[in-house]
Nanobody, 123 residues
Framework: QMLLVESGGGLVQAGDSLRLSCAAS????????MGWFRQAPGQEREFVAA????????VNANSVKGRFTISRDNAKNTVYLQMSSLKPEDTAVYYC????????????????WGQGTQVTVSS
């Protein structure tokens, strides 16, 4: 019932910045907590960041604190992930997700997943 379409992935060098976008449709966007996840080859899908429906609360993984910022624009039904000081270990497929609670996102059980977008950071 909710479609999530991601964009912004690409190939960058270590130290660069990149902004990912996720456009949502099909449900009332402001009712959903939104989040970002990533999965590197051969590894489990990892929680990155989440934001409440109104944007008033955010949660970040320790691995990205101080470097990544999640935000949303409810007028545009879009959530963003601004990434800075990128490292080769940030290389992964990044997924957008929507959930009825923050817990659903932090436990990797959202209601809806996006298709994923590749981010590759070279040294």
């Amino acid at each position: 019932q909710m479609l999530l379409v991601e964009s912004g992935g690409g190939l960058v060098q270590a130290g660069d910045s990149l902004r990912l976008s996720c456009a949502a449709s099909g449900r009332t966007f402001g009712d959903y907590n939104m989040g970002w996840f990533r999965q590197a080859p051969g590894q489990e899908r990892e929680f990155v960041a989440a934001i409440s429906g109104s944007g008033g609360r955010t949660v970040n993984a320790n691995s990205v604190k101080g470097r990544f910022t999640i935000s949303r624009d409810n007028a545009k039904n879009t959530v963003y992930l601004q990434m800075s000081s990128l490292k080769p270990e940030d290389t992964a497929v990044y997924y957008c997700a929507a959930g009825t609670t923050i817990m659903a996102l932090t436990t990797r059980r959202p209601d809806y997943w996006g298709q994923g977008t590749q981010v590759t950071v070279s040294s």
